[in-house]
């Protein structure tokens, strides 16, 4: 088909798209003055990222694709409806049930009825390069509208308020539930450990065995100075009754020798045995002098074998004393090494128990710790969203748009009565012109003869 032809199809067929083009101008017309009056109405929130990056090559995660579109379903979700609905009492409205009622019988719930008709009527677009989103809402009442626009924003608001406390909130509830058996843990321990201290009768395990070790040290001490005291007691016994044995005098004894009062008295022996020898001389042996001095030389040597004899059983019971003192020091020492061993191994106990004790504790306190920063954020009533605009009752209609519908229609009845136009010739061919008799017969024009020669 030429160009020519088409034209020539418009002109004849120029009723046909007339007529469509009225008719689907006035249907247009017709439905748009009938239609009411549709107001909306916006408000616009903004939503602030403050989270810092963690990750110098990452994002913030407000800033990923997946976080704005997160906030819109959250927006468009039916937890924010039913909020919205709970906020304005929607439904107890009776105009509201009456409508619930006629829509479903009185079947099911308002408030589900609700959600579905509010979220309808509801738009939400994010900006692209920016932090808005836009909140409409479109209604045949512009005051419904804008409170439907700012009754999503607050409820959006608060939504996202609890999405950021409720988690929180959960933490610190079960934190504190963790709180009262760690703390019963700490007291099992501690208690623990009270009871081992009592019962090994320790106080305070370092200055104890300080104490205890600097016993055993004074011991060992001593046990050394006994041997050397039983080493020379014995020694010198040893040497007198060598002596003894051997008939040597007990009088070289260095204990004898170094006696002031043996040496006196041997002094005064020796001179009473002059005296006596020396009266021997002079006087009979009957002579009272004479007897006098006999019984003064035998008491002097009586006293002086007594003396020594005192002096050589001190020698023999020095050793056994020095003896019997090693013996109970060394027993002593035994019993107070005894003694150290056993409160060293008790105190070895006592760093396990310490130490479960600080575990329990450390345990407590983190988890104190948790539960306070749980606590402190189920209380924060801040959130990073932010009504900037807040819906106003909107002046003009939103729809429905009667230029763009009556520019619509002019363009759609055009193409329309084109496209009738084309099937009715299409389902009725007329030879229009020299071209269309050519190409229904097949063969050549030879000529054409002008309206009005025969």
Do not use: C
């Amino acid at each position: 088909m030429s160009f020519q032809q088409f034209l020539q199809i418009l002109r004849a067929r120029y009723r046909v798209i007339l007529i469509t083009l009225l008719v689907t101008v006035g249907t247009t017309a017709a439905v748009t003055y009938f239609l009411p009056n549709q107001y909306t109405a916006s408000a616009v929130m903004v939503v602030d990222f403050k989270e810092p990056v963690t990750d110098a090559a990452a994002l913030p995660i407000q800033l990923a694709p997946s976080y704005m579109a997160t906030q819109l379903d959250i927006l468009q979700s039916r937890k924010v409806a039913l909020k919205v609905i709970d906020n304005l009492k929607l439904a107890d409205v009776p105009a509201v049930k009456g409508q619930f009622i006629e829509a479903t019988d009185g079947q099911g719930s308002v408030r589900e009825w609700l959600v579905d008709v509010l979220l309808k009527k509801l738009t939400v677009e994010p900006s692209r390069e920016s932090r808005l989103m836009t909140i409409s809402y479109e209604s045949t009442d512009p005051r419904f509208s804008a409170a439907l626009a700012n009754a999503f924003a607050q409820a959006y608001i608060d939504t996202t308020l609890e999405l950021s406390v409720e988690p929180a909130r959960k933490s610190a509830d079960w934190f504190d539930n963790q709180l009262a058996d760690l703390r019963t843990r700490v007291e099992q321990a501690q208690r623990k450990l009270s009871i081992y201290q009592q019962s090994r009768n320790i106080t305070a395990a370092d200055e104890r065995l300080d104490v205890e070790t600097a016993r055993l040290a004074e011991l060992t001490s001593q046990l050394v100075a006994a041997q050397a005291q039983t080493y020379d007691a014995e020694g010198r016994q040893r040497q007198m009754e060598e002596m003894i044995a051997k008939g040597v005098s007990v009088e070289t004894l260095p204990e004898i020798l170094s006696n002031g009062f043996i040496q006196s008295l041997k002094a005064e022996l020796l001179r009473q045995e002059a005296k006596l020898a020396e009266l021997s001389e002079q006087l009979g042996a009957n002579h009272p002098q004479y007897q006098r001095t006999v019984a003064e030389v035998k008491s002097l040597r009586d006293k002086l074998n007594k003396e020594m004899t005192s002096i050589t059983s001190g020698l023999r019971n020095n050793a056994r004393l020095a003896r019997s003192r090693e013996d109970s020091v060394r027993a002593s020492l035994e019993a107070q090494r005894a003694r150290v061993l056993k409160f060293k191994q008790s105190r070895d106990e006592i760093p396990t128990l310490t130490r479960e004790v600080e575990s329990a504790q450390r345990a407590y306190d983190t988890a104190m710790e948790r539960y306070n920063q749980s606590s402190m954020q189920s209380r924060v009533n801040l959130t990073n969203v932010v009504l900037l605009n807040p819906a106003a009752e909107p002046v003009k209609p939103s729809s429905p748009k009667v230029v763009l519908n009556m520019a619509l229609s002019v363009f759609l009845g055009a193409m329309l009565g084109l496209g009738l136009a084309l099937l009715f010739e299409m389902l009725d061919r007329r030879v229009r012109a020299e071209q269309d008799l050519s190409e229904v017969m097949g063969l050549p024009v030879l000529g054409v003869l002008a309206k009005g020669t025969v």
